[in-house]
């Protein structure tokens, strides 16, 4: 190839296409998980929502909940991935060769959000929410049905006999507030130093394409999320949903949360199908001894997602 302004610009068009073609089309598994807000500034501030309010009977004057968006901060941050190609490889007609790494940085750039969230599920017993309190904790502050608080755990206690295994998770996911949020202040793009008189050309023989973008990942609804290390089994997971199902709102009313996603690492993908898509299930006689096939009470309750992204450390 000929090392023309007019090659050049050609040969950036093809990189931009690449690049944006895999930046739309990889798969998003954490895309049920996350809200995603705009962002307008160097960081995002969010408001505190210990209790959301529901509709009430208007008696009197309206009773007015403020979102003040002081509470909780996301940082944005920069991120890029840069690659060079020789001179000579161009002239030589050797980008061919380069196409599909060029294709990896859109990859890559769709990819950053897949690992900021859960980088987030993986350690969110350690990071801060919207409330102050640890994402996945033990004393997070819900009602009971006179509207007093009392404690509440997103975290399932091992019972007498059991020993911890992988973490597994179970998510609400059609609300329009998420467990997780994802703000973009800057698109991910590509950024090209390709003039002839650059210094990386005329110095290095050099052509430099990069990509980058400013964002940034953070937590949502706690409400919304549930974390266990109790073996994967019906009766775990049964116990998990009715946990975020006993969640009230400050007037005492439930909030009447059920879960729709069941997140796991790929270790348990076998366990995790099992106990969501076997519909018979053995269940023990009124004598105690003998067992009897008998339908699954959790069968298709949640939706089962496996993925490599969670690595189950309890």
Partial sequence: MDITSANIA????????????FLQLAPAVSAPLVMDIPST?????????????????WVGSRVIHRLENDAFVIKNETYENTIAIKRE???????????PFIAQLGKEASGLRERLIFDLVNN?????????QYFFDTDHVTYDEDGKEVTYSNVAEL??????GPAWYLFKCDDPLKPFIYQTRRPYAITQRTKLTDDNVFFDKEFI?????RSAAGCGMWQFAYRSTRPLTIDSLADAMAAMGSQR?????PYGIEPTHLFAPTTLRRTANAVVKGGMVPVLAPDGKTWLP???PVEDSVKPVCTSRLNGKA
């Fill in 10 to 21: 050609a040969l950036t068009t093809d990189i931009n296409t690449q690049f944006n073609r």
């Fill in 41 to 57: 500034s160097a960081a995002n501030f969010y408001p505190n929502l210990v209790d959301f309010p529901g509709m009430r009977k």
């Fill in 89 to 99: 490889h161009l002239e030589d007609d050797l980008f061919g060769i380069y196409k």
């Fill in 124 to 132: 969110a017993t350690g990071i801060k929410g919207m409330d102050g």
């Fill in 159 to 164: 019972k007498d006999g059991e020993t911890a």
């Fill in 209 to 213: 394409w990069g990509a980058d973008g």
């Fill in 249 to 253: 709102r400050s007037d005492g009313q």
């Fill in 294 to 296: 008998g339908s699954n």
